[in-house]
């Protein structure tokens, strides 16, 4: 199957700085990506849809200025907490697909706000 | 988006067949049925996908009723490696299947 991959694997920050979460699709090209996110014993929550050479469309209740996301190539797609706050801890995953039917998900980034 | 109910948790044994089924009422025509498993601290993984009837691959079975409303995931002699939430998830195929609506899983414990 196809391999999404994501980096770091986690990463602690201190409050108020910011921080990249990287999501490549190794072995295929998606001009879609999408960013989940899921606290500890709850379901994945989209948070917004990555779209290659355009603007992101972020989910009801997303702050786009607080996550930015960027699809600046085929395959990749960062996604940015900026000052980051503890409340924003959460493990985050990226998926994409190289064709209909099936999403490949990344290992997951969790992330620590002290 | 079709919204989907599964069981919050499920108990079984190592060795023994375990069903989930998910209901989904509002299935629209062209939806599919997918279903993930994740482990913690990990991203999902899928496991099957089908639209009626009954589909079968190397590691799960997933059977559809006529009217589509529900389905039931089978796995054969589960072992402790399958303790995992499994998730049921339904939608078009095609194009952005990203926003796809996750409900909030099964948890499988399986128990030696």
């Known amino acids: 199957g196809a391999v999404v991959s994501q980096h770091p694997s986690w990463v602690i920050c201190k409050s108020g700085t910011s921080v990249k979460i990287e999501c490549r699709s190794l072995d295929f090209q998606a001009t879609t990506m999408f960013w989940y996110r899921q606290f500890p014993k709850q379901s994945l929550m989209l948070m917004a849809t990555?779209?290659?050479?355009?603007?992101?469309?972020?989910e009801q209740g997303v702050e786009k200025d607080k996550f930015l996301i960027n699809h600046a190539s085929l395959t990749l797609s960062t996604l940015t907490v900026t000052s980051a706050h503890p409340e924003d801890s959460s493990f985050y995953i990226c998926?994409?697909?190289?064709?209909?039917?099936?999403?490949?998900f990344g290992e997951g980034s969790r992330l620590t706000v002290l | 988006l079709a919204k989907t109910t599964q069981p919050i948790s499920m108990d079984s044994y190592e060795g023994q067949e375990v069903n989930i089924t998910c209901s989904h009422n509002n299935i629209a025509t062209n939806d599919y049925i997918t279903w993930y498993q994740q482990f913690p601290s990990q991203g999902p993984r899928f496991i099957i996908q089908g639209y009626k009837t009954k589909v079968t691959n190397e590691v799960a079975s997933l059977f559809i009723p006529a009217d589509r409303k529900s389905s039931t995931l089978s796995l054969p002699r589960v072992s402790l490696s399958d303790t995992a939430v499994y998730y049921c998830l339904v939608g078009a195929p095609g194009g952005s299947q990203g926003n796809l609506i996750f409900g909030k899983g099964t948890k499988l414990s399986v128990k030696p």
């Open positions: 990555s779209n290659e050479g355009s603007k992101a469309t972020y």
């Open positions: 998926s994409a697909s190289p064709y209909p039917g099936e999403l490949f």
